[in-house]
């Protein structure tokens, strides 16, 4: 499959050996679960050493950081193209695009994401059938050869670069956020769909058309290296949407709680996604961000830029 040059290391001498032999952006990832942010892109040589040094010396992740894979930084737009598998079937969804720096412009560190729309433009269906024969083929017939009988979501992070869309990460679950604005996209649909993935019958007639989506996600104060807990929220009915309803607003909670009077409190990082969808991007983002301007609490993280370039 297309992917950047990397290599993989538990060994400082070797990591360090062989990030010297890279240009800039360097990209440091942990081989395990760290949340969503295990990865460092930067274009600073120290830094990326730095980093190297603590995910091996178990300082960043534990245990969970103490392999890294150490990668060429790749130039372009990112894509998320989530595509559902019945074991014998692979159908992309819409392609989405996910903010994963905290703060407007890519400013700040990674998150798990603050933000997406579908679909992007740029991924034509040209690239989208490319993405399937050089990336998802491969991926199911290595699938068949292990004989393992997987049905699900195959979602592939994908830099479109100028050399082609190239592989960065894979995941066997739907994306956060990008399900916040393909799941809207898609409506009741989505239940035939998954439907179909588990019973092997997944049919392409069933994915029909769809509009365009932006989603928000407002985060906790001190979003991504803490999360405040217990912040009251305003602007929700007791059935956790907008008070106001606009039309073409979802709310979707993340980390909300009830307290003790029966009040939404923040109860973790990314506490709430609102999106909006509509027949062209621009109105999906006015809704979405209408939507968020109601939902309102103490130190609330957001950005002001999804979907910005794209409307
Ligand atoms: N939005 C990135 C992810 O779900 O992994």
């Known amino acids: 499959m297309p992917t950047a040059n990397f290599g993989v290391f538990q060994r400082e001498d ?3 050996a062989y990030l010297a032999t ?3 952006p360097y990209v440091i990832k942990t081989d395990g679960l760290a949340a969503g942010k295990g990865v460092l892109v930067t274009d600073d040589f120290d830094e990326a050493c730095r980093d190297v040094k603590e995910k091996l010396g178990g300082v960043s992740f534990g245990d969970a950081g103490t392999t890294v894979v150490i990668e060429e930084g790749l130039e372009g737009e990112e ?4 595509v559902l598998f019945d074991g014998e079937h692979a159908y992309a969804l819409a392609p989405a695009q996910d903010f994963k720096r905290v703060g407007d412009a890519n400013a700040g560190p990674n998150t798990g994401g603050m933000g997406a729309y579908a679909p ?10 490319e993405v399937m024969s050089s990336i998802i083929a491969p991926t199911v017939g290595e699938l068949h050869k292990r004989d393992i009988a997987y049905r699900g979501v195959l979602y592939a992070g994908v830099m479109l670069t100028s050399r082609g869309p190239k592989l960065l990460e894979y995941n066997v679950r739907f994306g956060d956020p990008e399900t916040e604005v393909i799941a809207p996209l898609y409506g009741a649909r989505l239940f035939s769909l998954l439907r179909g ?3 092997g019958s997944l049919d392409e007639s069933s994915l029909g058309s769809y509009q365009c989506a932006v989603t928000v996600v407002l985060a906790s104060h001190g979003y991504p290296v803490s999360a405040r807990r217990g912040d009251v929220i305003e602007g929700l009915g007791p059935d956790g949407q907008l008070a106001s309803a ?11 709680a009830l307290d003790d009077e029966g009040r939404f409190v923040t109860a973790g990082g990314r506490v709430l996604a609102i999106t909006g969808v509509a027949n062209t991007m621009g109105e999906a983002r006015d809704r979405a961000y209408a939507g968020a301007s109601l939902v309102t609490f103490e130190g609330r993280v957001m950005r002001h830029d999804i979907a910005l370039a794209v409307s």
Not at 120 to 129: Q, S, V
Not at 246 to 256: K, L
């Open 22 to 24: 890279l240009l800039p």
């Open 14 to 16: 070797e990591a360090m």
């Open 197 to 199: 993935v588990a019973e």
């Open 246 to 256: 606009i039309e073409g607003v979802t709310v979707f909670h993340a980390g909300t």
């Open 79 to 82: 894509c998320s193209l989530t």
């Open 120 to 129: 992007m433009e740029i991924m034509t269906p040209g690239l989208i059938d």
